[in-house]
């Protein structure tokens, strides 16, 4: 009887083991997925900056290149 017992603890032991072994596997896995993705998002926004910047310095540049276009044709006439 003590060796049946002996033996189902060792395969409860066993499969705690391996239990443990993969959680630690995934683990390591979820870090790496949240480390690109931390990558990820701080070089979309970083994109998202540059086009803000680029946006705001379009808009700046057109009411100045209308304003000047005004004030061309307006000497002209």
Known sequence: MISTYGGVLSAIKKT???LVEGQERNTAQLERIGAMMKQKWSSEEESMKEESR???????DGPR??????T??????
């Open 16 to 18: 705690l083991q391996d």
């Open 72 to 77: 061309l044709s307006s000497t002209s006439c």
């Open 54 to 60: 680029n946006d705001t310095e379009g808009s700046e």
């Open 65 to 70: 290149e209308i304003q000047e276009e005004e």
